[in-house]
């Protein structure tokens, strides 16, 4: 059964601070994501990985960078929290290749920022 | 326009009842389609994959109009533990397993 854990399921922030969201899964996926979350929006797709220490730009990028060391680890970093960057975040892994399809989901963090 | 389309909702449905949710892409070629189930509080999770033959998982069936780029969803004989937000996903191109979201659509089956 894969697994994929997020590091708090709930966090308070305050503006200005640096924010790690630590993403782990134990399927030896290659391919991983971090999408937010917000009323009305739906799901939206910040960064992901296709390998280790590979990165791509998803739909919304700004204020966020991310950190692939190992395979199993995926980081969601912003830099500097901002309000706006208040939402639930969600990690997602793939093993990847041709005819894949399941993304599986950590639980998510609620992240507020005051 | 939006990738990937759906109403929102709420639809408030008696138990028993059939309810059909649509969803609409944009990009024609799009190869994977599924649908999401998602709990109130909780990630997503894989409901169905869709297929062109259109396929069936007990209560549930999935369709696939690719002329019309159309996905549909029916549920029959609705369960209360069916109330939940459903999401309409696509695969996004290449095979990096980049998947893009409807905003979901909210159903709530009632006693």
């Known amino acids: 059964d894969v697994k994929v854990t997020q590091s708090s399921r709930y966090l308070v922030k305050r503006t200005g601070e640096k924010v790690f969201l630590e993403c782990v899964q134990d399927?030896?996926?290659?391919?991983m994501f971090w999408y937010r979350q917000d009323p009305g929006l739906g799901l939206r797709l910040i960064y992901f990985?296709?390998?280790?220490?590979?990165?791509e730009k998803g739909d919304i990028p700004e204020g966020y960078s991310v950190s692939r060391e190992k395979k199993e680890r995926f980081s969601l970093i912003l830099e500097s929290a901002s309000t706006n960057q208040t939402s639930m975040y969600l990690c997602?892994?793939?093993?990847?290749?041709?005819?894949?399809?399941?993304?599986?989901f950590g639980p998510g963090t609620r992240l507020t920022v005051l | 326009r939006k990738e990937v389309e759906q109403d929102p909702g709420p639809f408030n449905v008696p138990e028993g009842a059939t309810v059909a949710f649509n969803c609409t892409y944009s990009?024609?070629?799009?190869?994977?389609f599924f649908w999401y189930r998602q709990d109130c509080r909780k990630e997503p999770k894989l409901l169905m994959s869709v297929y062109s033959s259109g396929n069936e998982d007990g209560r549930f069936t999935a369709q696939l109009n690719r002329a019309s780029q159309y996905i549909s969803l029916l549920i029959r004989d609705s369960k209360l533990s069916d109330s939940a937000t459903y999401l309409c996903?696509?695969?996004?191109?290449?095979?990096?397993?980049?998947?893009?979201f409807g905003q979901g659509t909210t159903l709530q089956v009632k006693p």
């Open positions: 990985s296709y390998d280790v220490k590979m990165k």
């Open positions: 990009n024609s070629a799009s190869q994977s």
């Open positions: 996903v696509v695969n996004g191109a290449g095979n990096t397993g980049k998947l893009i």
């Open positions: 997602a892994s793939i093993i990847g290749g041709v005819g894949t399809d399941t993304q599986y």
């Open positions: 399927m030896d996926h290659e391919n």
